[in-house]
């Protein structure tokens, strides 16, 4: 049975710090890229960062420079670290294995004093 396990979420002041974890079974992780997209309220699910198999990464401009996106094969889980977090990083966060193509349940992000 597929899981992806979201982790990490919470309630952060404005210029605070969050680690999110995804904690990946059932799947061959390693071969997988994982992404992590956020949705926030009356908007669309976007991609925020993306690791593929091979380690190589990539962000979208609006994180660039605050997020960086890690993977552990040893421990099949994905990371987001997340710096200088603003009050519209607020939003769920979700882990997505695209050769599996499987979502995680999500885990909730609040940035705000």
């Known amino acids: 049975q597929v899981q992806l396990v979201e982790s990490g979420g919470g309630l952060v002041q404005p210029g605070g710090s969050l680690r999110l974890s995804c904690a990946a079974s059932?799947?061959?992780?390693?071969?997988?890229?994982m992404d992590w997209y956020r949705q926030a309220p009356g908007k669309e699910r976007e991609l925020v960062a993306t690791?593929?198999?091979?380690?190589?990464?990539a962000y979208a401009d609006s994180v660039k420079g605050r997020f960086t996106i890690s993977r552990d094969n040893t421990k099949n889980t994905t990371y987001l670290q997340m710096n200088s977090l603003k009050p519209e990083d607020t939003a769920v966060y979700y882990c997505?294995?695209?050769?599996?193509?499987?979502w995680g349940q999500g885990t909730q992000v609040t940035v705000s004093s």
């Open positions: 690791i593929r198999s091979n380690g190589n990464t």
């Open positions: 997505y294995a695209r050769l599996a193509q499987y």
């Open positions: 059932g799947i061959i992780f390693s071969i997988n890229d």
